[in-house]
């Protein structure tokens, strides 16, 4: 059973605070993908990874940034979190025909 | 880049009654079509998907129906149950079979399967 583990159930944080959120993988996989989510807006990509130090910007990469040092492990940084980055963040990993999502961190930024 | 409308955006059906929710797409090179269930308070899973090369696909009570030219795709339910109540999102990417990609999704379609 693929294991996609997020450090964090729920955070909060204060207006310009630089934040961390932690995925890490269990099954080896190439990409690894950050979303957020919000309400009537669906999901949307943020950054993405198809290999240890390599990303690629998503739809909506600005105000944060990541880091993949070691394969199983990508780290989404808020590096001056502000409220608008009030969301639900899923990562999201696996091959075409077994997709997983972690359990999501809801970051609420005050 | 790719632009996935999903509709409607809530549908409510009694129980035993089908439900149908469409996506449409922008960009002709995407070719494959998941489908994914969010239950209230937990991560979204994947129930189905389809590739472009392939027109329809079934797994026992939902299944899924692609059309290309016209760039839609859609997801049945049959006899809904109390169960199948949760948001549902399409989502579309250009990936090869090896490795995931990255989707571009729906806004999300909350169904209410009521008794």
């Known amino acids: 059973d693929v294991k996609v583990t997020q450090s964090s159930r729920y955070l909060v944080k204060r207006t310009g605070e630089k934040v961390f959120l932690e995925c890490v993988q269990d099954?080896?996989?190439?990409?690894m993908f950050w979303y957020r989510q919000d309400p009537g807006l669906g999901l949307r990509l943020i950054y993405f990874?198809?290999?240890?130090?390599?990303?690629e910007k998503g739809d909506i990469p600005e105000g944060y940034s990541v880091s993949r040092e070691k394969k199983e492990r990508f780290s989404l940084i808020l590096e001056s979190a502000s409220t608008n980055q009030t969301s639900m963040y899923l990562c999201?990993?696996?091959?075409?025909?077994?997709?997983?999502f972690g359990q999501g961190t809801r970051l609420t930024v005050v | 880049g790719e632009n996935v409308e999903q509709h409607p955006s809530t549908l409510s059906v009694q129980e035993g009654d089908s439900a149908v929710i469409k996506c449409t797409y922008s960009d002709s090179a995407s070719n494959y079509f998941p489908w994914y269930k969010q239950e209230l308070g937990k991560r979204p899973q994947l129930i189905i998907d389809i590739r472009s090369n392939v027109g329809e696909k079934k797994d026992q009570r939902i299944a899924v129906t692609l059309n290309k030219t016209a760039k839609h795709f859609s997801l049945h339910i049959t006899e809904t149950q109390p169960e199948d109540s949760a948001v549902y999102f399409c989502?579309?990417?250009?990936?090869?079979?090896?490795?995931?990609?990255?989707?571009?999704f729906g806004t999300g379609t909350r169904l209410q399967v009521t008794l």
């Open positions: 099954m080896d996989h190439e990409n």
């Open positions: 989502a579309a990417s250009k990936g090869n079979t090896g490795t995931a990609s990255k989707l571009t």
């Open positions: 999201h990993t696996g091959s075409n025909t077994e997709a997983f």
């Open positions: 990874s198809y290999d240890v130090k390599m990303k």
